[in-house]
């Protein structure tokens, strides 16, 4: 079961979320220009993680011009960068933090039959996975631990 945080975070949705990733953007010294707003509102807007390909796809239908890849992954690495997205490495695929600009470690239930990829808080994991990194002298960044499998509607 996870644990809480040792500090508060509200999860975010719809608007709320839009204008929590803004203020925690603007907030680390970077511009929220209309691009970063589109892509993030259509990150925010995926039930499963998105690729950049899948977010370029739909802001180009929906702006009817062609929305590069490389510019979508740009951003993305500035939102993992600034806590506003988590990138599921393993599907290269990312998924908007509901809780934007707060840090913590990434860990992924990724099912391999439908892709649904569910985000755990859990300290007691990150402070194990911290230490193990310390114990070998290697200072850890962001640890990602995917943990593989089926979901409970496709198990």
Same mark, same amino acid.
């Given at each position: 079961?996870?644990?809480?945080?040792?500090?508060?975070?509200?999860?975010?949705?719809?608007?709320?979320?839009?204008?929590?990733?803004?203020?925690?953007?603007?907030?680390?010294?970077?511009?929220?220009?209309?691009?970063?707003? !589109?892509?993030?509102?259509?990150?925010?807007?995926?039930?499963?993680?998105?690729?950049?390909?899948?977010?370029?796809?739909? /802001?180009?239908? !929906?702006?009817? $011009?062609?929305? !590069?890849?490389?510019?979508?992954?740009?951003? #993305?690495? #500035?939102?993992? !960068?600034?806590?506003?997205?988590?990138?599921?490495?393993?599907?290269?695929?990312? /998924?908007?933090?509901?809780?934007?600009?707060?840090?913590?470690?990434?860990?992924?239930?990724?099912?391999?039959?439908?892709?649904?990829?569910?985000?755990?808080?859990?300290?007691?994991?990150?402070?194990?996975?911290?230490? #193990?990194?310390?114990?070998?002298?290697?200072?850890? $960044?962001?640890?990602?631990?995917?943990?593989?499998?089926?979901?409970? /509607?496709?198990?």
């Amino acid at each position: 079961m996870a644990t809480q945080h040792q500090h508060a975070h509200e999860e975010h949705a719809g608007d709320k979320l839009i204008a929590a990733a803004h203020d925690a953007l603007v907030a680390s010294g970077e511009q929220w220009t209309s691009m970063r707003e !589109a892509v993030f509102s259509e990150l925010a807007g995926q039930e499963r993680p998105a690729s950049a390909y899948d977010i370029a796809d739909n /802001l180009s239908k !929906a702006r009817g $011009k062609r929305v !590069a890849p490389n510019s979508v992954y740009r951003i #993305l690495d #500035l939102f993992v !960068a600034n806590n506003l997205a988590l990138r599921v490495e393993s599907a290269n695929a990312y /998924l908007a933090n509901t809780h934007p600009g707060c840090q913590h470690d990434c860990i992924f239930l990724v099912c391999d039959e439908c892709g649904e990829a569910s985000h755990v808080d859990d300290e007691e994991v990150s402070r194990a996975v911290r230490a #193990l990194a310390s114990a070998r002298d290697f200072q850890a $960044k962001r640890p990602v631990l995917e943990i593989r499998g089926l979901c409970r /509607l496709c198990a």
